[in-house]
């Protein structure tokens, strides 16, 4: 799961933001070339600035960041965030970097979010573990299943739900992972709007329920840096099955694939290009249908409101530095959903578009804070703060 912090703001709000960092950047690049100009002065300048921002770094290793949003739903929300890249062991110098970020929210009226998100690389890189651990209470929004859906339909769902995901890989080939798939979570306290469908048509999850799911994961990765990728390419897949014997309330089955390729045309500017699909068969509640948009792709849609067994998106994004630590992107995507992959068709994709602000927050691991805008047609939009690269 990519782990994030998502913020709900009105669109005139999110427009006065991004073109008020679309200034502070321009400005930057004003001074940059000023620096060009009067080299002495600005060497003087770099150097206080690099020595700040040194500071400002290691104490980020150690301080969590403050979060604070507001929506008529949820009132003042406000939280905590957390990000770290580390070696797990001084001995190992050939794993990757592990990450481990966190985050708790709380809101006035009564919405609780805390997860712990791990990407972990062991024994000389030849095993790998990606996973989190999560808690939330809050209500999703539903416009209802399929891709032929209208924003008039939403409605609000309610639930409580524990979620533990692992999938410890071990390496077969350079490069080449292959492991364990597992999934636990607990959704209760379900609570529809009383008119809603989920109520109407008894619609499988309604009531709740107890899931354990096992199967297969494999991963191939070639990027140059797993969380700021320059060049390189990404394949992660994984199927699992949720039978009764484990446990689980619902006999269903999962599958996911993610495909990923990294460009570097020209200096330190980079093309990421994405496609994903994912598809769910059996018995499967209705939290657990694929979801369209999110943090990471679609970015803009709120995820979930758009469901249905399968889905397919896919999304292109530009990333250029600007000014020592700050860069800019720009982002298109498109993707649908549908209840199996034959009634598929070219007609009914969703667009997302938008751009974002980075800022280097490790320079050791050259990893970012990113601040996201996105966008579809209508009036869809969300802001989006996270760390490390959308994909």
Known sequence: MNYYIYVYM????????????????????????????????????VSKFDSFNQKAENLFKYIPVPLYSYSSEAGNIFGLAKFNLIHLSKKDTLSKPSKISEVVSWSTKGRINASVSTELSMHHDNILVNGYVNYKKQPEYILGIGNDVSLDSAHQVQYDRFQFVANPMFKVK???YVGVAFQ???????????????????????????EIGLGIAAAYDTRDNRYNPSKGVFVFTNFLGFPSFL??????????????KYFNPWLKHVIAIQAYTSASGGDVPFYELSLLGGDSRMRGYYQGAIRDKVLVDGQVEYRMPVWNIFGV?????TGRVA???????????????????????????NTNLRFDMGFGPHGVSGFYINFAEAF
Do not use: E, W
Request: proline share 3%.
């Open 10 to 45: 009105p669109k005139s709000l999110v427009l006065t933001t991004f073109f008020l960092f679309t200034a502070l950047l321009s400005f930057a690049q004003i001074d940059s070339a000023k620096t060009s100009v009067q080299a002495d002065t600005a060497k003087k300048k």
């Open 174 to 176: 350079p490069h080449l």
């Open 184 to 210: 636990l979570a607990d959704y209760f306290s379900i609570k529809p709007d009383s008119n809603s469908f989920l109520i109407r048509d008894n619609v499988t999850g309604v009531n709740g329920g107890f």
């Open 247 to 260: 446990g689980s309330h619902y006999q269903f089955s999962k599958f996911q694939l993610d495909c990923r």
């Open 329 to 333: 992107t720009g982002f298109i995507g």
């Open 339 to 365: 209840d199996m992959y034959s009634h598929l068709s070219l007609d009914g994709f969703y667009l997302s578009y938008g751009g974002g602000i980075r800022i280097r927050v490790d320079s050791k691991n």
